[in-house]
């Protein structure tokens, strides 16, 4: 697996990136997706050099400047940048951003009681580990008969990679694989032991299908989104994902509304619920 995780977020950046979004002609000819090395070079006002270094892993702390320059030129979010801003420390050999501290796996009474009011829409709370540490009854209805929630403690990232299952629960399992992966990337990859241990099991569980995207992904996983879930009783609902970060716990949760008005059905059936309780997301 990549020890390079600067030089791998830089250039997955980059090649996402088209010259029409940074104000440049497209041209003919172009080889490689979204920008050549010598056009953020050129809206950063440095040297290619000083684009090619850092991605080929010949600098690993390049100057603030320079980051702040191509971060520029690049459109990088305020998210990314702070996730750039842990990469150039990752790259230091004794650091490790958490401090050797274990994951949390308590649960705030005051999170609890924001579980409580989502249901009965489908929560769960995870921490670094992806490991589920409390969800609502809503989940569990939508999670368990697929399997989600065996193990102990359950593991999203261990079930879309080590299950059987995954592959007729999830139509666009790629999508999902690629979030589980990413998810645990938040933090420097190398730079944690706790996640550096699941990532080695995952590797040898999950093979290529672990190891390929966590040499090719950056580790920001997509705040938001849509997925399909293939369900025993619900069919196959459609879930708009939202994302709320607690830093204070380095903990995520995870609220998935309905998508559209079927699957807004299909939901308050499965929870017993008057139709209607659940309403689905505008489009």
Known sequence: MSDNELGLFLRIRREAVTPAEVGLP????RR????????????????????????QGRDRHPSPQVLSALAEALGLAASERIH????????????????????????????????????????VLVNRLSEVLARTSGYERLAGPVGLLDGSPP???????????????YPGRGLVADEQAAA?????????????Q?????????????TGRVDTL???????GITRLVHPE?????????????????????????????????????TGRRPGALRAVPG
Not at 32 to 55: D, I, K, N, W
Not at 99 to 111: I, K, L, M, W
Not at 163 to 169: K, L
């Open 26 to 29: 497209a041209g003919a000819r």
């Open 32 to 55: 490689t997706p979204g920008l050549r090395r010598s056009e953020p070079a050129t809206l950063a006002g440095v040297s290619v050099e000083y684009v090619t270094r850092p991605e």
């Open 84 to 123: 750039m801003h842990h990469l150039v420390k990752g790259a230091d050999a004794g650091f490790d951003c958490m401090g050797g501290a274990s994951p949390v796996r308590t649960v705030r009474p005051t999170v609890r009681a924001l579980l409580d009011r989502l249901d009965p829409a489908p929560a």
């Open 155 to 169: 593991n999203p990232a261990r079930y879309v990679f080590t299950d059987p299952r995954a592959r007729s629960t």
């Open 184 to 196: 645990l990337k938040r933090v420097p990859f190398r730079a944690d032991g706790h996640v550096t």
């Open 198 to 210: 699941l990532a080695d099991e995952l590797a040898v569980t999950g093979g290529p299908e672990f």
């Open 218 to 224: 950056p580790g920001l996983p997509r705040s938001s």
């Open 234 to 270: 619900a069919g196959e609902p459609r879930r708009a994902h939202e994302t709320l970060e607690l830093p204070a716990d380095d903990q995520r949760l995870l609220v998935h509304l309905p998508a559209d008005d079927s699957t807004a059905a299909a939901l308050d059936r499965l």
